[in-house]
């Protein structure tokens, strides 16, 4: 069935022209208003992604800066070997000290080596200290690096005899002067002598250490 219209065609196509530019104007006025929308929802998702990825370069920094403390300073000491020589004194008879040493780091920290002393007074003396030492690192001095160890050998005496020689406690430190390579420093060893029938003791202080690691 035809329904008639209420208003004929040629009504719409006759409208006076302020109703046209009225209609259009509303439809003007509603476009704006979805563009307004849409730039100001893509302004937020805009501003959402910068915040993501400024708190994300944050977190970034802060776990470099963590990884950062939490390296191993000043030269990487694991797996390689050192030989020097040191010159000082042993004390308890002032007696002159020259002193050939060798070390192996068997981890960043922990280092065994063998100390071999010529001991000449009266009568010259030899002595043999394996020594185990535990490295330390500093973080604001990362060049620095002081040490603490134990050791155990025998001293054997020109004129025949010989003692035992616990070294009950090694300090020292180095200063790495050439990186990774060249390192200087004093060392300090306290001793107990004994042929187990007289103990005595020492102190060694060799206020010179270089050695040259390889």
Known sequence: MFVRPKEPLWFVLTLPKS??????????????????????????????????????????HVSQKKSV??????????????????????????????????????????????NIDFLFHDDTVFSFDGVARYNFDIVQVPRLVPYVGMGLGAAVSAGGGGALDLQVADL??????????????????????????????????????VNYRF
């Open 19 to 60: 109703s046209v530019t009225k209609i259009a104007m509303k439809k003007i006025k509603n476009l704006l208003v979805v563009a307004a929308s849409l730039t100001l929802a893509l302004s937020s998702v805009a501003s959402a992604k910068t915040a993501n990825k400024k708190t994300h370069n944050k977190k970034t």
């Open 69 to 114: 403390s939490h390296e191993r300073y000043g030269s990487d000491r694991q797996g390689k070997f050192q030989t020097g020589l040191g010159l000082g004194m042993v004390f308890h008879e002032p007696t002159f000290d020259l002193r050939l040493n060798s070390e192996y780091f068997v981890t960043h920290n922990i280092s065994a080596g063998l």
């Open 172 to 209: 020292g430190f180095r200063f790495e002067a050439l990186p990774d390579h060249l390192f200087v420093g004093p060392d300090l060893g306290v001793h107990v002598v004994t042929d187990f029938e007289d103990t005595t003791w020492q102190i060694s202080f060799m206020f010179l250490n």
